[in-house]
Structures are given as C-alpha cells and as structure tokens.
C-alpha cells in the first residue's frame, strides 16, 4: 500500500454527544474536554496509520474558533499529515452540528505529534517498509 493511500484509509472520524457534564458554565464543552477528544482521535488515527505503538510527545496550535454548545453533536476528524522517521503528525478538526438542524461549522483545529516506540519505550520507525 502506497503512502497516500495508507493516510486515506487511516482517517478517523468519532461522534460525540455534547452533554452538560462535559460543559463549563457558560454551558459549553470544556477545552481541556476538547483537546482530550483530540488527543484521542489523533492517537487512533496514528495508530491506524502505521499498526505500531505510539505515543503524544507534543501538541501544536490549537485554535478554538467557535463555542461548542451543550446539546449539540460533535465530529472530529483525524488525518496523518506528515510522516518522518519515528514521528508523525496528525491534524484533528472539530465539527459542531445543532442536533434538530443541518447547521454544522468547523469549531476546533490542532495538529498532535506522534513517535512510534518499541517495547522498551525507545523511538522506531514509523514505516518499516520505507
């Protein structure tokens, strides 16, 4: 499988139910929440990508661009977007859908990197084959 087409099949998309006690008291969803949803999804999507052990070494920009109501449904997408040696980074975006209407914007972005490790917790490539 070429590169382009491992990254296609490892996007990861989750749907998430934003509920009142994920909120803060402006009855919007914590960021700290967020970024634990992307963390996740990012982690998901890396593993995919490359079938190996992989952890978070660092998180990059993250821009919160539109409040995220309780009662509202949330998509996050995760896709690889630059792959090195043992790194990897992964861009995560955060939809927010109103649950009884078709209105859906991009409320979060941020881009998570990655390392694959061994057994012993010591950098490996990414890619064996390459």
């Known amino acids: 499988m070429n590169l382009e087409e491992r990254i296609k099949q490892s996007e990861t998309r ?10 803060n008291h ?9 970024m634990q949803l992307m963390d996740e999804v990012a982690f ?9 052990r992989v952890v978070t ?16 449904i949330v998509e996050l ?4 977007i630059s792959v090195g040696n043992t790194s990897l ?9 109103e649950m009884y209407s078709d209105v859906r914007t991009k ?9 694959a490790i061994d057994e012993h917790k010591q950098p490996i490539r990414v890619l064996s084959e390459v």
């Open 107 to 115: 409320a979060v972005s941020g881009t998570f990197a990655f390392v």
């Open 44 to 52: 998901i999507a890396a593993t995919r990508f490359c079938r190996k």
């Open 77 to 80: 997408i995760a896709r690889v």
């Open 26 to 34: 402006y009855d919007t969803l914590f960021g700290g929440t967020a």
């Open 89 to 97: 980074k992964v861009q995560v975006e955060i939809y927010v859908e």
């Open 14 to 23: 989750i749907f998430k139910a934003v509920f009142p006690n994920t909120t």
């Open 57 to 72: 070494v660092s998180s990059d920009r993250i821009d919160f661009t539109q409040p995220i109501p309780a009662g509202t």
